[in-house]
């Protein structure tokens, strides 16, 4: 079984948009405040408490941008917050029934036929089984009901 790592947002991406960076669409983060469901933040991939600011903004998790780079709404906790490092599945694919998972090639095109409705229970193991294949490079975990991104999974 191969080994596997989610990703999250990294911390200086996260910072930057905190402190007024442009999003994929090159504008401001919107400021929200949380109604404790449902938004999960991309940086420390647990849902933002109710109450707590966040900010909405569209993202492009890719280097590239070519036909199979999407661009979609995510939270990111509006205060500082620490990037996922824990083992397990992080807290917020506990929040969802299943997700869809989708493998990628290291040119960032999507691996067709990868592309599965996964049950929360099953994600590491898919993603382990499509991580083994050379041909594909990391695998996108996103909403199996909103499409949005969620987080990635590569190889630790």
């Not at 999250?8 to 109604?35: F, H």
């Not at 903004?57 to 890719?62: K, N, Q, S, T, W």
């Not at 205060?79 to 960032?108: H, N, R, V």
């Amino acid at each position: 079984m191969t080994t596997i790592t989610y990703q999250p947002i990294d911390k200086q991406t996260a910072t930057q948009l905190r402190n007024g960076g442009l999003d994929a669409n090159g504008q401001i983060p919107e400021r929200q405040v949380s109604d404790g469901g449902g938004n999960p933040c991309r940086c420390c991939l647990c849902d933002v408490p109710k109450g707590a600011q966040m900010l909405v903004l569209a993202h492009r998790p890719f280097a590239t941008i070519n036909p199979y780079a999407e661009t979609g709404p995510i939270f990111l906790c509006a205060d500082d917050c620490s990037p996922w490092s824990g083992q397990g599945l992080p807290p917020i694919f506990l929040t969802s029934p299943d997700y869809l998972l989708k493998a990628y090639t290291p040119d960032e095109r999507i691996k067709y036929g990868t592309g599965q409705i996964t049950a929360s229970a099953d994600i590491a193991a898919y993603a382990s089984d499509l991580l083994a294949r050379d041909d594909i490079a990391f695998v996108d975990v996103r909403s199996a009901r909103n499409n949005c991104y969620q987080a990635r999974i590569v190889r630790s």
